[in-house]
């Protein structure tokens, strides 16, 4: 008889396992009974620790306090179909998920519990972002003194209603940023309408942001509302406005200046409310000192200045940031891939990232692309990230701990202008710690080098 029952568990256990949906049972106790390997793999929480444990203990769902999908089943007899809630796995980490829960009886027809089954969403959540650029503000990574000071002002801007330059170089995330200053603000649930102006020669380029008329030109064959208008209520966003001619910035210092539109080929303006949000990856300054950037354009939309860090300016960023496209493309290409070798971990450390953010994204990209294994090592990389063979044969060494520890001193005393108690609170080492590693590694003390990136002013409107 024992043997039956430990067989008809084993086969239960084996069509459980051979669902791709999470599922797992209770009993009236609300202590979990079964648990299969999808629901495994969705919480990272193995069967044996699952099992015996109260499904809220489990979970931790949003709804599971006040909104428990099973219990409202239970207390019905009527099943849920297809409720949304969040899951916090064993990594902290918040998992969008889709569930569906019924009765659970034993052979007499009486009730013996509760059954839930449930989806993991986080690829169906990422295409959506990616759709519809719902980003928020927790998609944007870092943890560094410099992203602190970012992260501490992006929601003050978001609150008002000013207009805001963001200035970085290509592959910061001036566009991320934008979107959470939208997603953040009151315009929040109107359109964020986004548009390089890089890309469009000068009629194009009015044409999309302003509209036209039939007629305006060869192939206007009817009426169209420009960007502004389609993102009337909410957040027009200019990429790469330094790439604008000077006829282009006078019409768009009209808009800003008179908040009217005036459609090409049109006669009569039209008001329009919209918060604009301006990007660059040049020196806007500079090109107004160079007479290539109309001065009062650039006062006008400089009201709230953001500057962005280039990645090796949060340097200490970079294993988050690993952590999260390792993630992210384990997802995308549907690998189990763990993470990086030490190896790699120091030889992107000491890269420069010309290409800042856009670039480590790319070679991790990469190596999963060429990585059979768990662990991307150095021969994932592309080939000028690897060690290469120096003139006499022997392979140029990756920098060491020591020297790691000496560049990160090097750039936290860059970036707080040689003041070594601002530089050992940002390291959270003691002073007399720090002055011993300067003093052993003869780092010379920087001399003061202005304002530092992360910085937020403001202009008044």
Request: hydrophobic share 40%; proline share 4%.
């Given at each position: 008889?024992?043997?039956?029952?430990?067989?008809?568990?084993?086969?239960?256990?084996?069509?459980?396992?051979?669902?791709?949906?999470?599922?797992?049972?209770?009993?009236?106790?609300?202590?979990?009974?079964?648990?299969?390997a999808?629901?495994?793999?969705?919480?990272g929480?193995?069967?044996?620790?699952?099992?015996?444990?109260?499904?809220?203990?489990?979970?931790?769902?949003?709804?599971?306090?006040?909104?428990?999908?099973?219990?409202?089943t239970?207390?019905?007899?009527?099943?849920?179909?297809?409720?949304?809630?969040?899951?916090?796995?064993?990594?902290?980490?918040?998992?969008?998920?889709?569930?569906?829960?019924?009765?659970?009886?034993?052979?007499?027809?009486?009730?013996?519990?509760?059954?839930e089954?449930?989806?993991?969403?986080?690829?169906?959540?990422?295409?959506?972002?990616e759709?519809?650029?719902?980003?928020?503000?927790?998609?944007?990574?870092?943890?560094?003194?410099?992203?602190?000071k970012?992260?501490?002002?992006?929601?003050?801007?978001?609150?008002?209603?000013?207009?805001?330059?963001?200035?970085?170089?290509?592959?910061?995330?001036?566009e991320?940023?934008?979107?959470a200053?939208?997603?953040?603000?009151?315009?929040?649930?109107?359109?964020?309408?986004?548009?390089?102006?890089a890309?469009?020669?000068?009629?194009?380029?009015?044409?999309?942001?302003?509209?036209?008329?039939?007629?305006?030109?060869?192939?206007?064959?009817?009426?169209?509302?420009?960007?502004?208008?389609?993102?009337?209520?909410?957040?027009?966003f200019?990429?790469e406005?330094?790439?604008?001619?000077?006829?282009?910035?006078?019409?768009?210092?009209?808009?800003?200046?008179?908040r009217?539109?005036?459609?090409?080929?049109?006669?009569?303006?039209h008001?329009?409310?919209?918060?604009v949000?301006?990007?660059?990856?040049?020196?806007?300054?500079?090109?107004?000192?160079?007479?290539?950037?109309?001065?009062?354009?650039?006062?006008?939309?400089?009201?709230?200045?953001?500057?962005?860090?280039?990645?090796?300016?949060?340097?200490?960023?970079?294993?988050?940031?690993?952590?999260?496209?390792?993630?992210?493309?384990?997802?995308?290409?549907?690998?189990?891939?763990v993470?990086?070798?030490?190896?790699?971990?120091?030889?992107?450390?000491?890269?420069?990232?010309?290409?800042?953010?856009?670039?480590?994204?790319?070679?991790?990209?990469?190596?999963?692309?060429?990585?059979?294994?768990?662990?991307?090592?150095?021969?994932?990389?592309?080939?000028?990230?690897?060690?290469?063979?120096?003139?006499?044969?022997?392979?140029?060494s990756?920098?060491s701990?020591?020297?790691?520890?000496?560049?990160?001193?090097?750039?936290?005393?860059?970036?707080?202008?040689?003041?070594?108690?601002?530089?050992?609170?940002?390291?959270?080492?003691?002073?007399?710690?720090?002055?011993?590693?300067?003093?052993?590694?003869?780092?010379e003390?920087?001399?003061?080098?202005?304002?530092?990136?992360?910085?937020?002013?403001?202009?008044?409107?």
């Amino acid at each position: 008889m024992s043997s039956h029952v430990n067989s008809t568990q084993q086969r239960e256990a084996a069509i459980l396992d051979s669902v791709n949906e999470g599922v797992f049972t209770i009993g009236d106790d609300w202590r979990i009974t079964a648990f299969n390997a999808a629901a495994e793999k969705i919480t990272g929480i193995p069967r044996e620790a699952a099992i015996g444990s109260r499904c809220c203990d489990v979970f931790r769902a949003n709804i599971c306090e006040q909104n428990c999908v099973l219990r409202r089943t239970m207390s019905s007899g009527t099943p849920i179909l297809n409720a949304m809630a969040y899951i916090v796995n064993k990594e902290g980490e918040q998992v969008p998920i889709r569930i569906s829960t019924a009765l659970l009886k034993d052979s007499a027809g009486n009730i013996a519990g509760g059954v839930e089954t449930f989806q993991d969403l986080t690829v169906v959540e990422q295409l959506r972002k990616e759709l519809h650029g719902s980003y928020t503000f927790e998609d944007i990574i870092g943890r560094s003194p410099v992203m602190n000071k970012l992260f501490d002002v992006v929601p003050l801007v978001a609150d008002s209603d000013a207009t805001v330059l963001i200035e970085g170089p290509s592959g910061t995330g001036k566009e991320l940023f934008a979107r959470a200053i939208h997603n953040l603000s009151p315009r929040r649930s109107k359109p964020f309408i986004a548009i390089n102006c890089a890309a469009l020669p000068d009629t194009l380029l009015e044409s999309e942001l302003f509209g036209h008329k039939a007629g305006a030109f060869t192939d206007a064959r009817r009426d169209k509302p420009g960007r502004f208008a389609l993102a009337e209520g909410g957040t027009v966003f200019l990429d790469e406005i330094g790439d604008i001619s000077p006829a282009m910035q006078v019409r768009l210092l009209r808009v800003l200046q008179e908040r009217v539109i005036e459609p090409l080929g049109g006669v009569k303006t039209h008001p329009i409310d919209v918060r604009v949000i301006a990007a660059t990856n040049k020196s806007l300054l500079q090109e107004v000192n160079e007479n290539r950037f109309r001065e009062d354009l650039y006062y006008r939309i400089r009201v709230v200045h953001l500057m962005l860090p280039r990645l090796i300016e949060r340097r200490e960023d970079i294993p988050l940031l690993v952590d999260y496209l390792v993630t992210k493309f384990n997802r995308l290409q549907d690998k189990d891939i763990v993470g990086v070798s030490s190896e790699v971990m120091v030889r992107l450390m000491e890269h420069d990232f010309p290409g800042n953010i856009r670039e480590l994204e790319n070679i991790i990209e990469q190596a999963f692309v060429l990585c059979r294994g768990g662990l991307l090592h150095l021969n994932h990389l592309p080939p000028e990230l690897r060690p290469v063979s120096g003139k006499d044969g022997e392979s140029h060494s990756l920098m060491s701990l020591a020297e790691l520890e000496t560049l990160f001193i090097n750039e936290a005393l860059q970036r707080n202008d040689g003041n070594r108690k601002k530089t050992a609170d940002e390291l959270g080492i003691n002073v007399s710690t720090l002055f011993r590693k300067i003093r052993k590694a003869g780092i010379e003390i920087p001399k003061k080098t202005g304002e530092a990136s992360g910085k937020l002013v403001w202009r008044g409107h």
